[in-house]
Structures are given as C-alpha cells and as structure tokens.
C-alpha cells in the first residue's frame, strides 16, 4: 500500500524560506513521476499551488510565481516545495498529492505559519 509522508513546515517570519519533503513509500519499484503541491488556508477552499509532470514541466500558481520551486527525485520518489519569500497569505495546510494506480494519494498535510 502507497503512502505519502510529508515533513517540514513550521512557523516563519515574512520573507523567509521553508522547503516541504513528500516521500511515497511501498513504491519500492516504480517511480512516481507526476506530483502537485496544494494548500488549504482557514476558511478556503484547498488550491493547487505547483505541479510537475512528464519530463520535468512545472505550473505553479499566479500567487507564488517566482517564490515557490516543485522539484522532484524519482530515485528517492520524493517531491520537495522550497518556498521563498514567504508572506503571511501563504500561511495554510500543504498537502501533497499523486496519482498512483489510478488513485488519488494525498499526504498528511504540513502546516505553514508565516507570521508578519
């Protein structure tokens, strides 16, 4: 059975940085290669805030653009969000999420506070 574990977060002040880790583990053999980062503030609805697919192509939301990095090692069939910059509107829960044997897999959520 596949499970995502995320780690990291935390509190942080305004302009600073944080990097998310997201491992699926049971996938002993095969590399996941498609992943997404979302977010869920108090009181909204959970949005995605980056992506990667395929060979390496990347999305990231009109909010984090330019602050925010998806990266990926399919070795270790891990996906990473650095976050740079951080502002206080980017403090919520950050999941990660695949698509494993047709399957939706979420993580556990990672809580970000940025404070101002």
Known sequence: Q???VESGGGLVQAGGSQRLSCVASG???L???NWSWHRQAPGKQREL???IVGGGITNY???VKGRFTISRDMRKNT???TMDGL???DTAVYYCKTT???RDLWGQGAQVTVSS
């Open 27 to 29: 996938t002993a053999t």
């Open 61 to 63: 939301a009109d909010s």
């Open 2 to 4: 596949v499970q995502l």
């Open 100 to 102: 494993h044997l047709g």
């Open 49 to 51: 805030v980056a992506s």
């Open 31 to 33: 590399s996941i290669i």
């Open 79 to 81: 996906v990473y969000l």
């Open 87 to 89: 502002k206080p509107e």
